[in-house]
């Protein structure tokens, strides 16, 4: 995080924090950097909107304008949600469905 924010430019830089750092995680930044414009700021989840972008996105799949099934890399049987998860974890899936009824 540090060196993101050292990387950034004077005079209206802007480096965006986001994720989910440890709660101990510190950094340590100049005033001067803050007065000479640049600007640290963060974020969770990138200001998405869950319960409105999720029920944007549903409408206009179901309304054939956004293909979301291109999204989807793997299928779970509810009964492996915990290999869902770590598959998630470690990287090796991108987006996967937990099946209720599988």
């Known amino acids: 995080m540090s060196a993101a924010y050292q990387a950034v430019r ?3 830089g802007r480096c965006v924090l986001s994720g989910n750092p440890p709660t101990d ?6 005033p001067y ?8 700021i963060g ?15 549903v409408k206009l ?7 979301l099934t291109k999204l989807i890399t793997d299928r779970y049987p509810l009964q492996e949600v915990n290999q869902a998860f770590d598959d998630h974890l470690e990287g090796r899936i991108g987006r996967a469905i937990l099946e209720m009824d599988g």
């Open 10 to 12: 004077p005079r209206g």
């Open 25 to 30: 995680e510190t950094i340590t930044i100049s």
């Open 33 to 40: 950097d803050l007065m000479a414009g640049k600007a640290l």
């Open 43 to 57: 974020t969770s989840g990138g200001g998405a909107d869950l319960d409105g972008d999720c029920a944007r996105f």
């Open 61 to 67: 799949h179901l309304a054939g304008k956004v293909d």
